[in-house]
Nanobody
Framework: EVQLVESGGGLVQPGGSLRLSCVAS????????MTWVRQAPGKGLEWISAITWGGNTAYYAESMKGRFTISRDNAKKTLYLQIDSLKSEDTAVYYC??????????????????WGQGTQVTVSS
């Protein structure tokens, strides 16, 4: 059974940082590109970033460049998202996701065949 389990969210003040983690199981993690998506309160899903299976190439939504850093540790079967200089508009549930074919679909926040349960990030003073 494919499982993705996110962690690392929480309440943080504006300007702070967080590192989100996503631990994968049930599939060959290093065969698949991986993706982060978020959903802010009352809004739709928003594609954030994706990384190739080997971790050599990362892709970001234009609005996410500079403050978001995606990475992975294939030995630990873990995907990461570092978020710096957090803003109130970053408040959202953050999900990691896997595409059935292991593809990177830049800008597409839906259509993935496996999702984690999400981790809540709240940015507030």
């Amino acid at each position: 059974e494919v499982q993705l389990v996110e962690s690392g969210g929480g309440l943080v003040q504006p300007g702070g940082s967080l590192r989100l983690s996503c631990v994968a199981s049930g599939f060959t993690f290093d065969d698949y590109a991986m993706t982060w998506v978020r959903q802010a309160p009352g809004k739709g899903l928003e594609w954030i970033s994706a990384i190739t299976w080997g971790g050599n190439t990362a892709y970001y939504a234009e609005s996410m460049k500079g403050r978001f850093t995606i990475s992975r540790d294939n030995a630990k079967k873990t995907l990461y998202l570092q978020i710096d200089s957090l803003k109130s508009e970053d408040t959202a549930v953050y999900y990691c996701a896997k595409d059935h074919w292991g593809l990177i679909r830049t800008g597409f926040p839906t259509g993935y065949d496996a999702w984690g349960q999400g981790t809540q990030v709240t940015v507030s003073s």
